[in-house]
């Protein structure tokens, strides 16, 4: 039997609205993959540091609270340190459509806007973990 995906859904910073992330956990489960939620209000070390206890292969982060720009910078720097850079980065949340090409050029090959779908969201991970 093949190995099942493992994705890390992690909330950084101070944001405290985390529906959407255990929505998102749940698609995940539903669609066969190990899922592991961070929980709220993680520091990005934090977040790092739970990627690689964890040995997964998808690192998603969801920001509502405008900070992704400055959020990603710094995951982007720590996850390259930590030796990440083989795991598949992707973000979700309130992402204005200016956004989502510098997100991509930072590392996050999957930038998904608030009103992306589910199975988009499934259905990259799949093609792409």
């Known amino acids: 039997m ?4 493992k994705v890390l859904i992690a909330k950084p910073g101070l ?3 985390d529906v959407g992330a255990k929505v998102v956990v749940r698609a995940m489960m539903e669609a066969g993959f190990e899922a592991v939620y961070s929980g709220l209000r993680r520091t ?3 977040i790092v540091k739970l990627a690689q206890e964890e040995n997964v292969d998808v690192i998603g982060l969801s920001i509502l609270s405008g900070s992704h720009m400055p959020l990603c910078g710094k ?3 720590l996850l390259i340190k930590a ?3 083989d795991k ?4 979700g949340g309130n ?3 200016p956004d989502r090409l510098p ?3 930072l590392g996050f090959r999957g930038v998904f806007p608030t009103e992306a779908r589910l199975h988009e969201i499934v259905d990259f991970i799949r093609e792409n973990a």
């Open 15 to 17: 944001d405290g609205h």
């Open 103 to 105: 997100l991509g050029n």
């Open 83 to 85: 030796g990440l850079e």
């Open 88 to 91: 598949l980065w992707v973000v």
């Open 95 to 97: 992402i204005p459509e």
């Open 2 to 5: 093949a190995q099942k995906i």
């Open 44 to 46: 990005p070390e934090d």
């Open 75 to 77: 995951m982007r720097e």
